[in-house]
């Protein structure tokens, strides 16, 4: 399997997890529909297979690289500031789903700073839109870049260290090893699926391992309800990078809205980072 295949794996993955985990989430673990497809999201009253904050987070670190050709941080974090102000790369024209650290953040922005948020800011925004930053930071040599974009909503310790421990995974899913990185819980009553960053991850972690396919393990994932679309999301990531993107069900990413524009996207990017 060839590394773009892994990579548009990891950010389809990425899409599709979202997609398919916002029409339950803040929902218990067995109080909620089924979801096997891509659902109306009742939450934000918006069509099946719309994106939520993961992927649009993750598309505007995209959009800047693609757009200049090199990383610019302070460009990726204008990119946050026009999503929450114009809705840029929101599937809905607005931005929505916002956690309350990137909220907050955005305003940090505004005033100059690009380390935003404190040590008790441990929510999952950083690894719902990892795989952008991680794609860059391999291709260009600079793992720097992991924990600064990390760092313009969530400056905490906690969160760094839970993202080395993804990018560990995806290390070891890209160089074709399934990992042996474990997941914290051992059964699925055990899961927390709440929204900080060490559940969340550990959360996919379980999803991935105790299923043997991208797609049962996503079902699994977003199943578990709370933080769904985000636990989908990271799932996807690191799901996407082993199974590859053929792994990923045609169904899922063609019901997600603009697929053909989003997979150009992709593609684009890529290519920006000269992933061949």
């Not at 100059?112 to 930071?137: H, V």
């Not at 291709?139 to 760094?160: G, K, Q």
């Not at 996919?204 to 933080?227: E, P, Q």
Request: aromatic residues 10%.
């Amino acid at each position: 399997m060839t590394k773009q295949e892994r990579y548009m794996g990891m950010l389809w993955g990425l899409v599709v997890g979202d997609c398919l985990g916002s029409p339950i989430q803040f929902s218990d673990k067995d109080n909620h529909p089924f979801i096997t497809k891509m659902e109306y999201c009742l939450v934000f009253k918006l069509p099946a297979g719309y994106w939520t904050d993961d992927s649009s987070m993750a598309f505007c670190v995209m959009e800047s690289f693609s757009r200049l050709g090199k990383y610019d941080l302070a460009d990726i974090a204008h990119n946050f500031v026009r999503w929450i102000d114009e809705g840029f790369w929101s599937s809905a024209n607005h931005a929505f789903d916002v956690g309350n650290a990137t909220w907050s953040a955005v305003d940090g922005i505004k005033n100059g700073r690009l380390k935003n948020g404190t040590e008790d800011s441990q929510g999952n925004g950083s690894i719902m839109r990892l795989a952008p930053s991680y794609i860059m930071a391999r291709e260009l040599n600079s793992p720097a870049i992991l924990h600064e974009i990390s760092d313009l909503t969530h400056d905490s310790h906690a969160v760094r260290k839970t993202m080395d421990k993804m990018a560990a995974v995806l290390d070891d899913h890209c160089a074709g090893r399934r990992t042996e990185i474990q997941s914290l819980y051992a059964t699925r009553e055990a899961v927390n699926n709440s929204g900080w960053c060490v559940s969340t991850l550990d959360a996919a972690l379980w999803a991935f391992h105790t299923t043997k396919s991208f797609r049962d393990g996503m079902i699994a994932a977003v199943n578990l309800g709370g933080d769904s679309d985000s636990i989908g999301a990271v799932y996807g990531q690191i799901a996407g990078a082993y199974y590859g993107l053929s792994a990923i069900p045609a169904e899922w990413k063609e019901a997600v809205k603009d697929w053909k524009k989003v997979d150009d996207f992709i593609v684009d990017f890529l290519h920006a980072v000269k992933c061949e």
